[in-house]
């Protein structure tokens, strides 16, 4: 029901954009909260940030500073954006839906930060 989508490829110091699509419904559905994760290869889960059915948004204080999510052009799509991407944002990026406490993941999608 997730669909995470993006270059697969990012060169360093351009901003890396990914949009999730959720067909499970709406973003704006209430109590409901979509959150952005990653996996750099070889290392463990990383949380980037969620955005709430009301569109507030948080994020991990070591990427707050160039990570945004929003909602997208579309009901039932958001988008991350973080700029200044290093070769340290090489992962699987991963949306993640909370219904409740409840988590539905999407597939993930490979991006590699190179020259």
């Known amino acids: 029901q997730l669909r995470e989508s993006g270059p697969g490829l990012v060169k360093p110091s351009q901003t890396l954009s990914l949009t999730c699509t959720d067909s499970?419904?709406?973003?704006?559905?209430?109590?409901?909260?979509w959150n952005w994760i990653r996996q750099p290869p070889g290392k463990g889960l990383e949380w980037v940030g969620r955005?709430?059915?009301?569109?507030?948004?948080s994020y991990n204080p070591s990427l707050k500073s160039r990570a945004s999510i929003s909602r997208g052009t579309s009901s039932n799509q958001l988008t991350l954006q973080l700029n200044s991407a290093t070769p340290e944002d090489t992962a699987v990026y991963y949306c993640v839906r909370d219904e409740w406490g409840y988590e539905f993941w999407g597939q993930g999608t490979q991006v590699a930060v190179s020259s």
């Open positions: 499970g419904g709406s973003i704006s559905t209430q109590y409901y909260f």
């Open positions: 955005i709430s059915y009301s569109g507030g948004t």
